[in-house]
Antibody, heavy 119, light 109 residues
Framework: EVQLVESGGGLVKPGGSLRLSCAAS????????MNWVRQAPGKGLEWVSS????????YYADSVKGRFTISRDNAKNSLYLQMNSLRAEDTAVYYC????????????WGQGTLVTVSS | EIVMTQSPATLSVSPGERATLSCRAS??????LAWYQQKPGQAPRLLIY???TRATGIPARFSGSGSGTEFTLTISSLQSEDFAVYYC???????????FGGGTKVEIK
């Protein structure tokens, strides 16, 4: 059974930092591009960042470029998102999502972790 | 950036009836379009990719059509478990960006 389990969310003050993790199991993690997708409370989905299977290619949405850093550890079947200089508008549930190589839609999703940026 | 527009925002349908959801792209995305279903408190689930191919385990009552800029998701006979929010997502403009529509909520009439 495919599982993606996010952790690391919580309450942080504006300007603060947080590191999210996503633990994967049940599929060949090293063969998939991995992504972070977020959803602000009551809003739609927003793609945040993507990292290719071997970490060769990394992309960010303009809204987080320069503040967020995506990384992965294939030996640990884990995905990470380092979030710095957090703003109120970064408040959202953050999902990790797997994308098969050469396919650019999201096959598998985690249950999400809530990040709240507030003073 | 390609903008995806979904309509209507809310669709009220009785169980057993047909639901038709629309998704429009601001420029052609060929057939590089996916649909997702999201129930309250749950993660999205992939329904359709390539505009018309059902994902593994998705019932045949879900069908997708369209290409270019106009797409449709049809649920032929709504079941109670189908009441949810549906999102379209284009992946033609990748990299550098993947974009979602704003969603259509299918509610019980």
């Amino acid at each position: 059974e495919v599982q993606l389990v996010e952790s690391g969310g919580g309450l942080v003050k504006p300007g603060g930092s947080l590191r999210l993790s996503c633990a994967a199991s049940g599929f060949t993690f090293s063969s998939y591009s991995m992504n972070w997708v977020r959803q602000a409370p009551g809003k739609g989905l927003e793609w945040v960042s993507s990292i290719s299977s071997s970490s060769s290619y990394i992309y960010y949405a303009d809204s987080v470029k320069g503040r967020f850093t995506i990384s992965r550890d294939n030996a640990k079947n884990s995905l990470y998102l380092q979030m710095n200089s957090l703003r109120a508008e970064d408040t959202a549930v953050y999902y990790c999502a797997a994308m098969a190589t050469t396919q650019y839609y999201f096959d598998y999703w985690g249950q999400g972790t809530l990040v709240t940026v507030s003073s | 950036e390609i903008v995806m527009t979904q309509s209507p925002a809310t669709l009220s349908v009785s169980p057993g009836e047909r639901a038709t959801l629309s998704c429009r792209a601001s420029q052609s995305v060929s057939s590089n379009l996916a649909w997702y279903q999201q129930k309250p408190g749950q993660a999205p689930r992939l329904l359709i990719y390539g505009a018309s191919t059902r994902a593994t385990g998705i019932p045949a009552r879900f069908s997708g059509s369209g290409s270019g800029t106009e797409f449709t998701l049809t649920i032929s006979s709504l079941q109670s478990e189908d009441f949810a929010v549906y999102y379209c997502q284009q992946y033609n403009n990748w990299p550098p960006a993947l974009t979602f529509g704003g969603g259509t909520k299918v509610e019980i009439k």
